[in-house]
């Protein structure tokens, strides 16, 4: 379990930059965009099997 969670986070920090430029692309707005990666960090956080 603890291997899994870390795999996770490790992904997360691995793409959130990614997702971040691929947001604003469609947003055209920096804090919406962060916004929007956040919300989906959050989500997949919460959504992950336990």
């Known amino acids: 379990m603890i ?3 870390s795999e ?3 992904m997360i920090q ?3 930059d990614d997702f971040y430029r691929l947001c604003l ?3 055209k707005d ?3 965009a ?3 990666v ?3 960090i959050i989500k ?3 959504n992950y099997p336990k």
């Open 3 to 5: 291997d899994e969670e």
């Open 8 to 10: 996770l986070i490790q």
């Open 14 to 16: 691995r793409y959130q």
């Open 25 to 27: 692309t469609y947003v």
């Open 30 to 32: 920096s804090m919406a």
């Open 34 to 36: 962060m916004n929007i």
């Open 38 to 40: 956040q919300d989906a």
């Open 44 to 46: 997949v956080i919460l």
